[in-house]
């Protein structure tokens, strides 16, 4: 399919384009890796009028340490994130998941910023965000303003972005030294969306969990944290009898549609099994 008809906008600086979509109202959309929206254009599922590409503006982009956060530029490649060493030593999750998304073709293009500002339930990174306890810096023609990943997923495609306001950059603190992590992601094929994903960030001391937090993906119309399975590992060795209530706990608050990946049922199954290996193997990377 080809997509409706759009101007085409390239501006250099944050301040040019959050003016520029003030101006273009609710017919102007921020492109970024283009690789979600660019499907929806040629499906005709979105037909905005401009087009504003926030590639050209060097401020979005890279990976940097800042005292004890890490600060990802939304326009950093999901690519970039798997090459980084700083990402690679600090947040090892953030590279494991990225090699889980889609393909090379899309990662090159594919952004952080695009992928967790977008909204689809189906996309890996918010959840993540959501357990490293990450912050999204919003701005628009009126300022600047922070939100916490947890607090930024509304609805499918709803998010607390406001119109004529794009995401800048991405702030996570830094995980413990010596965490241990995994996100654990059934999917039908190499490069599909997940049919059910668990991200587990957690620490250990004499043999039991100390702190942890669990985030699930495609398993409900926002991405979710599931509170209630990580209070029940905590204080235990992830013994049986903690995984399989961590698992019940979590698929508690699973509400997934039933799609192509499988029915509701299924699927909280298999999200249950993607939390308890995700904890196993969070813990057996612990330190
Ligand atoms: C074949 C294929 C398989 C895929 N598989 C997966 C997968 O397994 N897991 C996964 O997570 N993703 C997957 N994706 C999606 C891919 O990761 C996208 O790149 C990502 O979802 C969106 O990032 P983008 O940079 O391409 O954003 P775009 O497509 O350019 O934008 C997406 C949306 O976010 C908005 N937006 C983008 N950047 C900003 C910003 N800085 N501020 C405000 N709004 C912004 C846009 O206006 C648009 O509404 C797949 C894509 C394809 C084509």
Not at 29 to 38: K, N, T, W
Not at 104 to 109: D, E, G, H, K, N
Not at 261 to 278: C, D, F, L, Q, T
């Given at each position: 399919m080809?997509p409706?008809?759009?101007?085409?906008?390239?501006?250099?600086?944050?301040?040019?384009?959050?003016?520029?979509?003030?101006?273009?109202?609710?017919?102007?959309r921020a492109l970024a890796g283009g690789h979600s929206l660019i499907p929806m254009m040629k499906l005709?599922l979105a037909?905005p009028?401009?087009l504003?590409d926030l590639a050209?503006?060097?401020?979005?982009?890279?990976?940097?340490?800042?005292?004890?956060?890490?600060?990802?530029?939304a326009m950093t490649t999901q690519h970039e994130l798997i090459?980084?060493?700083?990402?690679?030593?600090?947040?090892?999750?953030?590279?494991?998941t990225s090699l889980q998304i889609a393909d090379p073709q899309v990662r090159y293009l594919g952004t952080l910023g695009g992928n967790v500002a977008n909204g689809d339930p189906g996309n890996d990174m918010p959840?993540?965000?959501?357990?490293?306890?990450?912050?999204?810096?919003?701005?628009?023609?009126?300022?600047?303003?922070?939100?916490?990943?947890?607090?930024?997923?509304?609805?499918?495609y709803?998010?607390?972005?406001?119109?004529?306001?794009?995401l800048?950059?991405?702030?996570?603190?830094?995980?413990?030294?010596?965490?241990?992590?995994?996100?654990?992601?059934?999917k039908?094929?190499v490069g599909d969306y997940a049919?059910?994903?668990?991200?587990?960030?957690?620490?250990?001391?004499?043999?039991?969990?100390?702190?942890?937090?669990?985030?699930?993906?495609?398993?409900?119309?926002?991405?979710?944290?599931?509170?209630?399975?990580?209070?029940?590992?905590?204080?235990?060795?992830?013994?049986?009898?903690?995984?399989?209530?961590?698992?019940?706990?979590?698929?508690?608050?699973?509400?997934?549609?039933?799609?192509?990946?499988?029915?509701?049922?299924?699927?909280?199954?298999?999200?249950?099994?993607?939390?308890?290996?995700?904890?196993?193997?969070?813990?057996?990377?612990?330190?």
């Amino acid at each position: 399919m080809i997509p409706a008809v759009f101007n085409y906008h390239r501006p250099k600086s944050v301040q040019e384009a959050v003016a520029l979509l003030a101006e273009l109202g609710d017919n102007g959309r921020a492109l970024a890796g283009g690789h979600s929206l660019i499907p929806m254009m040629k499906l005709r599922l979105a037909a905005p009028g401009n087009l504003v590409d926030l590639a050209g503006i060097g401020e979005l982009k890279g990976v940097r340490a800042d005292g004890n956060d890490i600060v990802i530029g939304a326009m950093t490649t999901q690519h970039e994130l798997i090459e980084s060493n700083l990402l690679a030593d600090k947040i090892p999750l953030l590279r494991e998941t990225s090699l889980q998304i889609a393909d090379p073709q899309v990662r090159y293009l594919g952004t952080l910023g695009g992928n967790v500002a977008n909204g689809d339930p189906g996309n890996d990174m918010p959840a993540l965000m959501m357990v490293l306890g990450a912050s999204y810096r919003l701005e628009g023609a009126g300022g600047a303003r922070e939100i916490a990943a947890s607090d930024f997923y509304q609805g499918a495609y709803f998010t607390a972005l406001e119109p004529g306001e794009i995401l800048t950059s991405i702030t996570i603190p830094v995980p413990a030294a010596g965490h241990g992590y995994a996100y654990e992601k059934l999917k039908r094929k190499v490069g599909d969306y997940a049919t059910a994903a668990a991200a587990v960030v957690l620490t250990m001391a004499g043999g039991k969990v100390t702190t942890c937090a669990i985030g699930l993906t495609n398993l409900h119309e926002t991405p979710l944290l599931a509170t209630d399975a990580a209070k029940a590992v905590i204080g235990t060795s992830l013994d049986a009898a903690a995984l399989k209530q961590a698992a019940a706990a979590a698929q508690a608050i699973m509400s997934p549609a039933a799609d192509a990946r499988g029915p509701v049922e299924y699927r909280k199954h298999v999200g249950g099994i993607m939390v308890a290996r995700a904890l196993q193997r969070a813990a057996s990377r612990a330190k």
